[in-house]
T-cell receptor, first 114, second 113 residues
């Protein structure tokens, strides 16, 4: 079975500072990894994905994530946080076979203070 | 394109009532999904479909049913609603030939009392 762990319920950062939201995963075979963001009372929006290739992937709104196979991690990062980045962030994983479905983490609330 | 649409946005049900949550997408995606979101629990997959006439159970299917008669529509049926089904329900779709990201609807907030 595949699983995702987001060890922090909440991350607090000041505007302008770098941010990291952590994610580790467990899956058989090579993983497909995703980050989604959810703003209040909205559906999830895709941010970025890792399928194969470069371990550093860039996504929407200046976010990036680093795939680390040895540590089975896929941490979300941004060099300079904005207040508007405050939202709920979900990491998700799927196996790269068949009709494999996405498994989501519990989510991490990011709060960026002015 | 409207993307993925869901109706209703909000609903309050009494215990034992039934209802259907509607989901439609206009992107011609074959794959569609139903999730429920509970606070601190992330998203749990209820049912999914890989094409018209094909559905399969996800992680938490009990108390729910689905059908997929067309590519566009994927309704979720709740029979005999229970308080444990109080949640926010999200429908999603994706194109199996593309790069795997799912597109989500705005959600339906359901309360069972």
């Amino acid at each position: 079975a595949q699983s995702v762990a987001q060890p922090e319920d909440q991350v607090n950062v000041a505007e302008g500072n770098p941010l990291t939201v952590k994610c580790t995963y467990s899956v058989s075979g090579n993983p497909y990894l995703f980050w989604y963001v959810q703003y209040p009372n909205r559906g999830l929006q895709f941010l970025l994905k890792y399928i194969t290739g470069d371990n550093l992937v860039k996504g929407s709104y200046g976010f990036e994530a680093e795939f680390n196979k040895s540590q089975t991690s896929f941490h979300l990062k941004k060099p300079s946080a904005l207040v508007s980045d405050s939202a709920l962030y979900f990491c998700a994983v799927r196996a790269n076979s068949g009709y494999s479905t996405l498994t989501f983490g519990k989510g991490t609330m990011l709060l960026v203070s002015p | 394109n409207a993307g993925v649409t869901q109706t209703p946005k909000f609903r309050i049900l009494k215990i034992g009532q039934s209802m259907t949550l509607q989901c439609a997408q206009d992107m011609n995606h074959n794959y569609m999904y139903w999730y429920r979101q509970d606070p601190g629990m992330g998203l749990k997959l209820i049912y999914y479909s890989v094409g018209a006439g094909i559905t399969d159970k996800g992680e938490v299917p009990n108390g729910y049913n689905v059908s997929r008669s067309t590519t566009e529509d994927f309704p979720l049926r709740l029979e005999l609603a229970a308080p444990s089904q109080t949640s926010v329900y999200f429908c999603a779709s994706r194109d199996p030939g593309s790069s795997y990201e799912q597109y989500f609807g705005p959600g339906t907030r359901l309360t069972v009392t």
